[in-house]
């Protein structure tokens, strides 16, 4: 996408690093914030909102005629504010979703009696981890759908091959986020709930002692 996409430079590519050193500096100074203010569930499905669409947007508003010209710096500028809100929801998804995590460890202990965060740790990381590859897998049939040249081959990169990796990196990759955003509204633990599990775990530990 920026090799042959945006056409930026390797200089210019790597100003965009920009965009994790500031959203992932924002995100982790206000998520505790945010979960004083608002159930952690919200919080949840709309920063992986947030995360999708502002993921996409740049290559959506070019796709539009709305983004500034290929390789010029004001394009820089241009995906690395939309880039940092992006990562800035990501950020906060990912500190969300693992505190999270811990909550669903105290919710089983108290329906099974088992307490096994290594379980529920261990097998985030492995799906995270599958879904990496499943996404390079994903990523290469469907360059190969838009018959984008492979390297070495010497075809030609038309206009429309552009136009359709645009499409791939934008509407089709925010649809995966926004299918990501619906499961997880499936989470409903709130800060009241979690407050009767863990009285309920504390009642439970008392009368064993």
């Known amino acids: 996408m920026y090799t042959f996409y945006w056409k930026l430079s390797p200089i210019q590519t790597g100003w965009l690093i920009l965009t994790n050193v500031f959203g992932y500096a924002i995100g982790f100074l206000i998520t505790a ?3 004083m203010l608002f159930e952690k569930p919200v919080i949840i499905v ?12 740049a290559v959506i508003l070019s796709l539009f005629g709305l983004a500034p010209d290929a390789a010029s710096w004001d394009l820089v500028i241009f995906i690395i504010i939309l880039g940092s809100v992006s990562a800035t929801a990501g950020s906060i998804l990912n500190i969300s ?3 999270a995590l811990a909550d669903v460890c105290d919710e089983h202990e108290l329906l099974t009696g088992y307490r096994q965060e290594g379980i529920f740790y261990s097998a985030r990381s492995f799906f ?3 879904s990496s590859g499943l996404g390079a897998m994903v990523a290469g ?3 190969d759908v838009i018959n984008f040249p492979t390297y070495g081959s010497g075809e030609e990169i038309t206009e429309s091959m552009l136009f359709n990796l645009g499409l791939l990196d934008g509407p089709f990759a925010m649809v995966w986020g926004l299918i990501a955003a619906f499961f997880y509204s499936g989470y409903k633990i709130t800060r009241k709930y979690h407050a009767d599990i863990r009285d309920n775990l504390n009642q439970k530990k008392l009368y064993n002692s």
């Open 33 to 35: 914030r945010l979960h």
């Open 46 to 57: 709309i920063s992986a909102i947030v995360l999708s669409f502002f993921w996409s947007l």
């Open 97 to 99: 979703v693992m505190s």
């Open 128 to 130: 995270a981890k599958a």
């Open 141 to 143: 049939i469907a360059l």
